[in-house]
């Protein structure tokens, strides 16, 4: 059986800080400009594929990961699964993979906060978001009206805002303008809606969305086994795809467990917390916000 291996780096402190406050980060420079040419390639080759496709129109593909075997790769992709890893922890969980097309004019999204509208995730989590997003952006947006993300910094903590289901300007709302290759964390219960694209120019995105295991996910209620044999261990786990026994997505069976190692000691487990005989995958670990909160 594969090993696991420590997660990733993740969140710094600065970072952490930011994200809670403003509801997001950006990092630039996280994809190559080849691979940024790859992945709009293929999302026109994958999209052209499809009954739906038409190429003046926004196009959107979930359940990208299986589309494709390059899309795959952001399942667990190095650059951001250590991030989702110090939110989610052992539990962590693709909730939505996507990648989208958007041209000229065409369907844009109303402002909405993702996850659940009639009772928000916010109710019950005021400060720790159930969903993040991962945006990679794939074409340079160096200004607004080009089919941009557009978010109201530091909304998340709010369940009501004046432009809901409208494309109201709103002040303090934040246009997503950035170079291409740069990577977006999103808090889900942030404010966003979409800019009309005013260019020529085709907006191309991936976004990843993870949750805890035991949220819903969003595309899909289980995969193709052959497709799950095929993948990595952590990818096959972060697929979390328990069609015999729902509950298994709140306790995940023995051998999904450690997904990773923690990055620093390299445990599979807290240490002093339990008894011996408390088996791993009945163990609580503490996320790296946890062990933040109790360096306070
Ligand atoms: O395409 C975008 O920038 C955002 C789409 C959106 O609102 C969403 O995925 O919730």
């Avoid at 159930?130 to 074409?139: E, H, I």
């Avoid at 026994?245 to 390299?266: E, I, S, V, W």
């Avoid at 408390?278 to 109790?294: G, I, S």
Wanted: neutral net charge; hydrophobic residues 30%.
């Amino acid at each position: 059986m594969t090993k696991a291996y420590p997660a990733p780096s993740g969140f710094s402190t600065e970072e952490w800080q930011y994200f809670m406050k403003h509801g997001y980060i950006l990092k630039p420079d996280v994809l190559d400009q080849d691979t940024c040419n790859h992945y709009c390639q293929l999302i026109d080759e994958v999209a052209a594929r499809s009954k739906h496709f038409q190429a003046d129109k926004h196009f959107t593909q979930s359940n990208a990961v299986t589309t494709h075997k390059d899309f795959e790769a952001f399942i667990d992709r190095a650059s951001h699964i250590g991030y989702v890893y110090d939110m989610y922890g052992e539990l962590s969980k693709v909730h939505l993979s996507q990648f989208m097309r958007r041209p000229k004019g065409t369907w844009r999204n109303f402002w909405h906060p993702d996850g659940p509208r009639a009772l928000p995730y916010q109710v019950f989590s005021p400060e720790l978001p159930l969903q993040m997003k991962v945006a990679y952006w794939l074409t340079d947006l160096p200004e607004t009206d080009m089919g941009n993300l557009v978010i109201l910094p530091g909304s998340h903590r709010q369940q009501y805002m004046q432009g809901y289901d409208t494309h109201d300007h709103i002040e303090g709302e934040m246009s997503v303008c950035v170079k291409r290759g740069t990577m977006m964390i999103m808090h889900a219960s942030t404010w966003h809606k979409v800019a009309e694209n005013k260019t020529d120019h085709i907006r191309r995105n991936i976004f990843l969305t993870y949750s805890p295991a035991w949220i819903c996910p969003e595309d899909r209620f289980s995969n193709d086994e052959t497709w799950l044999a095929s993948l990595n261990r952590e990818q096959r786990i972060l697929m979390r795809s328990y069609p015999d026994y729902p509950y298994a997505n709140a306790k995940p069976p023995a051998q999904d467990f450690p997904l990773f190692l923690d990055r620093h000691t390299g445990n599979d487990r807290d240490t002093d917390c339990y008894r011996e005989h408390v088996e791993l995958h009945r163990r609580k670990r503490l996320t790296f916000h946890e062990k933040l909160a109790l360096q306070k």
